[in-house]
């Protein structure tokens, strides 16, 4: 038995879930008001052997396979190549980072993405998203071994921030939640203990106008998905169905100075250093506009397991 790949989709004004298998959806029977009712009543294996209507995929409109009710909790900074171009310097940074997004973000994957006005400086951030199993409500240790209780499946995350509000500010949770900035999907990956190996090699790859700008491996994580619920669980509840986006690879739009430069920097006036931040930015013209075309893919190398395609067109804010 493989890895089991789930939509969640809208057909005749109802939503339902059902099986991937090639261009087919097989209906999962029942209602599943949100992604951790869904994964509390369903098994890899059951889900295997599901028979049952099927649809053509593309006579449906899929949706998030993660509910907005769900928790939307991130790490940050965790590739080494992306610490680096982040000013950071991977062998004294000794910590996770987590902050969260708003769970109103959340949005299908081909779903349109909506540059504020107020925002200049639009980033993208493909990340392998880990999807809760069971609940965690007190510390608990983590093991690859055991890793297989606690993951029910991954999906693609996009964790889209506006730059110039996110660093200036430093606020992480303003410049990472305006609404549309969370794209996941549009395939939920159900693993079994025996698949868990690849979520130490799944290939992700970004690519913007066709142009590749992020391609890695989650080989390449400082802190993988066990000793992150471990030390996650010390600190707060998780829930079937909760969200744990993973970090991105080197490759953003971002360009922050060397942590020699942010020595000298910081002994400048507070209105001054910003200024030469956002003046550095308006050089790059990797970032986001209108009309752009975001895909993010991720798979592994011998296609048991591929999230599917996202697809986020900019468009300017009405």
């Not at 890895?3 to 599943?32: C, K, M, S, Y």
């Not at 199993?133 to 999906?155: C, M, P």
């Not at 909760?242 to 942590?259: E, F, H, K, R």
């Amino acid at each position: 038995m493989s890895a089991v790949h789930v939509v969640r989709f809208e057909f005749e004004n109802g939503i339902h879930w059902g099986v991937l298998r090639q261009d087919r959806i097989t209906i999962v029977p029942g209602t599943f008001e949100t992604t951790g009712d869904f994964i509390r009543q369903n098994t890899v294996a059951d889900l295997a052997q599901l028979n049952g209507t099927q649809l053509e995929a593309h006579k449906v409109k899929l949706l998030s396979p993660v509910t907005r009710n769900q928790q939307f909790v991130c790490q940050g900074a965790n590739y080494r190549q992306h610490m680096i171009e982040s000013g950071m310097d991977p062998d004294a940074k000794k910590y996770n980072m987590i902050f969260t997004k708003a769970t109103s973000c959340l949005v299908a994957a081909d779903s349109v993405l909506i540059k504020p006005r107020s925002v200049r400086f639009l980033d993208y951030e493909i990340e392998l998203g880990l999807v809760m199993k069971r609940v965690i409500s007190s510390a608990v240790t983590v093991t690859d071994a055991n890793l297989h209780e606690f993951i029910a499946g991954v999906v693609i995350v996009n964790d889209y921030s506006a730059r110039d509000i996110q660093i200036p500010q430093m606020q992480f949770y303003k410049g990472k939640s305006f609404r549309t900035f969370g794209p996941v999907g549009p395939y939920l990956c159900l693993l079994d203990a025996q698949d868990m190996h690849y979520l130490k090699a799944l290939q992700l790859r970004l690519t913007v106008n066709g142009e590749v700008r992020q391609s890695d491996s989650t080989a390449n994580l400082v802190y993988g998905p066990a000793e992150t619920l471990t030390e996650l669980s010390s600190v707060q509840n998780l829930e079937p169905g909760d969200l744990i986006a993973t970090g991105t690879p080197a490759g953003c739009a971002l360009t922050i100075p060397s942590p020699a430069k942010q020595r000298i920097a910081a002994l400048m006036p507070e209105a001054t250093k910003w200024k030469l931040f956002l003046k550095a930015q308006e050089g790059r013209t990797q970032y986001l506009k209108a009309g752009d075309v975001v895909e993010a893919r991720i798979r592994s190398a011998d296609g048991v397991i591929d999230l599917g395609v996202q697809r986020n067109r900019v468009v300017e804010e009405a």
